[in-house]
């Protein structure tokens, strides 16, 4: 089993900033990559980011190219999303997920609210 847990959500003005923390616990051997995806209410949980965890290969979806990075600490098995000129558009609560061993595990969230 895998444990996830995200933390640094919060409220941010337009053009603020903030960074996603996701720290990775329990039998992390063989994780292939981990993401964020994030879930806006009433709509679907879409796709943001994913780092490949060995080699750290990245992709982003279209909406936050520019503007967010996703990077990893391979020690700490943490996962990061730093989220630059952000917009009431992204706010959503932000789900990580990881790919180990072909089974995939999320987190419970963090709410990322932008006031206009």
């Known amino acids: 089993q895998v444990q996830l847990v995200e933390s640094g959500g919060g409220l941010v003005q337009t053009g603020g900033s903030l960074r996603l923390s996701c720290a990775a616990s329990?039998?992390?051997?063989?994780?292939?990559?981990m993401a964020w995806f994030r879930q806006a209410p009433g709509k679907e949980r879409t796709f943001v980011a994913r780092?490949?965890?060995?080699?750290?290969?990245?992709l982003y979806a279209d909406s936050v190219k520019g503007r967010f990075t996703i990077s990893r600490d391979y020690a700490k098995n943490t996962v990061y999303l730093q989220m630059n000129t952000l917009k009431p558009e992204d706010t959503a609560v932000y789900y990580c997920?990881?790919?180990?061993?072909?089974?995939?595990?999320w987190g419970k969230g963090t709410l990322v609210t932008v006031s206009s």
């Open positions: 997920n990881a790919q180990v061993v072909g089974v995939g595990y």
């Open positions: 329990g039998r992390t051997s063989g994780t292939y990559f």
């Open positions: 780092i490949l965890w060995i080699g750290g290969s990245t």
